[in-house]
């Protein structure tokens, strides 16, 4: 058996087509993909690939606002998430293939048991994006959503929805698919764009082109039939290829004027606009294209582009990795932004510095402002300084007042 003929399933019997509002019947074939032949998309699409891939999923047991870590098969899975990938790899995959596609599909592969207490109960062993031609959405007579993937290869396979992480980019007047109405990017105005580039780039090759194809003018001082003049031509160009000193002697009969070349290139301003339309489709400035931006770019370019992916991919993950039972006691999948810049260390020490004698931080929550994966043993402690007292109590504590409740130095809240 192959790697992935544990993910390949039969339609299951009584089964139809889901249905639509629109009336349309739910079929969707993946995906155009000619926009991608451009230098400038593949570029914008990869600074983006390149800041997701740098996230940190993880498995968390959220009590109110204090995330706590859960060990087990699932998040071994993030940590490895099958025998092609890690987890960098496997996140670069997943948004390539969203981004490319306006739609990305992931299968989990797991063991399912019953426990004493009749539970259901789910091991995962892997996480496999993958990447069908075509994708039809059914339901059998119970009423139950399956998806049946087509591949390349002609292997198909139907699965639950409810077993598949579908993520979706640009979801808007599908009902079950990102993109336009049949699943797919809508590049029509971006494709013009890629258009006029192209032609500008054209344009600036053939003036090079034709710049360089005219060294000189060689002026006859006489009247030559064509068999001459091209017999003349031909004599010059041979003492060019014969010559080694870089002088060429020429008779009273003839005059040599070089030609002044000037390539007719399209102006910076202009090549700039271009370039930045088509980025902003992608919400990429040209600065984070080119390695030169500032902090506060940064932080408008994840607050605009990566911070809705992110919270994308955690509530696809949760939606889908997760019993309702299992989501009721705080399970979430979070993607931790450690390694992403979007708040300078000053701010965030700050930050800290000013809430944490209050008590109003949780110590994991100090970690996770700072890109850290929260701690076990840190789960609900809390401390807070004993230099604030209840402001209503101010006064009586000034004057010695021996009933005014100071909270132990030693004591944590939790």
Known sequence: MGLFDKLFHRQPKDSRYAAMLNGLLPIYTQFGTNIYASDAVQQAVKCIVDEVKKLRPTHVRVKGNDPTPVGGSLQD?????????TTSEFLEKVTWLLLLNYNAFIIPVYRVWTDGEGDEQRRYEALYPIKP?????????????????????????????DDVIHIKYNYSVGEFMGGNELGQPDNKALLTTLELNHKLL???AKAMDASYAVNGIIKYNSLLDS?????????????????????????IKSDIQPFERKIALVDKPTLEFIDSKILRNWGVPL?????????????AFYSKVLEPLTIAFSQAFTKKLFTSREKAFGNKIEFYPKDLIFLSMEQTLR????????????????????????????????YMSLNWIDAANADQYQVGKTNVEVIDENKTEE
């Open 77 to 85: 899975v993030l940590n490895n998430p099958n025998p092609l990938m």
């Open 287 to 299: 600065s984070i294209l080119t390695g030169d931006f500032t902090k506060e770019t940064y932080e």
């Open 133 to 161: 031609i075509q994708v039809d959405f059914i339901e059998d007579a119970s009423g139950r959503m399956f998806v049946k993937f087509y591949f390349s290869g002609g292997r198909t396979t139907t699965i639950p929805y």
């Open 202 to 204: 054209q344009g600036v």
């Open 351 to 382: 930050m800290i510095d000013i809430l944490s004698p209050t008590g109003g931080l949780f110590e994991n929550e100090k970690r996770v402002a700072l890109g850290l994966p929260p701690l076990p043993e840190l789960e609900g402690k809390r």
């Open 227 to 251: 068999e001459k003049m091209d017999k003349a031509v031909e004599d010059f160009n041979r003492k060019l290829r014969n010559n080694e000193s870089g002088f060429l002697p020429v008779d």
